[in-house]
């Protein structure tokens, strides 16, 4: 696995909290299959501006050499939205591109999405940006409108969901429209979004077997592989489906089932 949204770079946000802890989690990724990883710390995000690039690429380094850089660890960010993206963009504002490519890695309020989001995006795009929106299947208002995220996808954005939440760690609804919207086009990537070695461990294993369980192992292969290899190497991506939005009907009827078939094996 290729994890393109991983928070091991130590004392910068809610990641590990320290070197050893770091050390430690990517430990934890190259056990549970993960060859590269790209770290992702917040940016401009409350408390967590992260705005040095210096000093982040300077932590990325120290910890290549503390874990052999097994697992290959790049640098990116996750940037809070705002509607000056574009602009933080052009000026080197604080936003690091995904290893180095035009990919950003943008993340929304868990409960929000803001007003006229599509004009930002678009002008990014028109310079040459492509946004990747992180974990919309936590997002309360895309769960609801899933139509809203489309039209971002449709408008050019790419989408990242979480291991965690394709196997139930957010939540049931999370769960749902995770392993709905694989099905309907809707995601092009899954990564990790870990952030310590404990309540949240980089876990991929299980979310890829569930993924092949409901859509193929080639869209497993996608969205965990393929994909993020064309991220992290700067080229288009290699899977990008016609997005649908299932509303009823018999892809719910089998994630119920799913869900079922898995609470039968788990008690």
């Known amino acids: ?17 320290d070197w050893a802890e770091a050390v430690d989690l990517c430990a934890m990724a190259r056990d549970a299959g993960i060859e ?8 401009l995000r409350g408390r967590w501006q992260n705005t040095s690039r ?12 503390k874990t052999g850089n ?3 660890i790049l640098l990116g960010s996750e940037y809070f939205f705002g509607h000056d993206m574009p602009e933080v ?3 080197n504002g604080g936003i690091i591109p995904l290893a ?3 990919y950003v890695l943008v993340e929304f309020a868990a409960h929000a999405i803001p ?10 795009q028109l310079e040459g940006w492509t946004p990747i929106i992180a974990h919309p299947e936590r997002n309360s208002v895309f769960q609801s409108k899933p139509e809203l995220l489309r039209r971002l996808i449709e408008l050019g954005a790419r989408t990242q969901v979480t291991c965690d939440s394709v196997t139930g760690g957010f939540g049931p609804e999370a769960e749902k429209a995770s392993l709905e919207w694989i099905t309907s086009g809707l995601v092009h990537i899954m990564s990790t979004d870990a952030h310590n070695t404990g309540r949240r461990p980089p876990r991929a294993r299980e979310a890829i077997e569930r993924v092949q369980q409901v859509a193929g192992a080639r869209v497993a292969e996608y969205l965990t592989r393929s994909n993020p290899a064309a991220v992290i190497e700067g080229r288009g991506l290699v ?12 892809f719910l009827k089998r994630v119920r089932e799913l869900f079922g078939h898995r609470e039968d094996r788990s008690h």
């Open 1 to 17: 696995m290729i994890d393109i949204h991983h928070h091991c770079l130590p004392g910068v946000d809610d990641g590990p909290r």
């Open 36 to 43: 590269t990883i790209v770290a992702t710390p917040h940016v």
């Open 54 to 65: 210096p000093k982040l690429e300077g932590l990325a380094e120290t910890l290549r050499e």
């Open 70 to 72: 097994n697992p290959r």
């Open 89 to 91: 963009l052009r000026t």
């Open 100 to 102: 180095g490519s035009r």
């Open 115 to 124: 007003p006229m989001v599509e004009q930002p995006f678009y002008h990014a």
């Open 239 to 250: 899977w990008e489906p016609e997005p649908q939005v299932a509303r009823s009907g018999g």
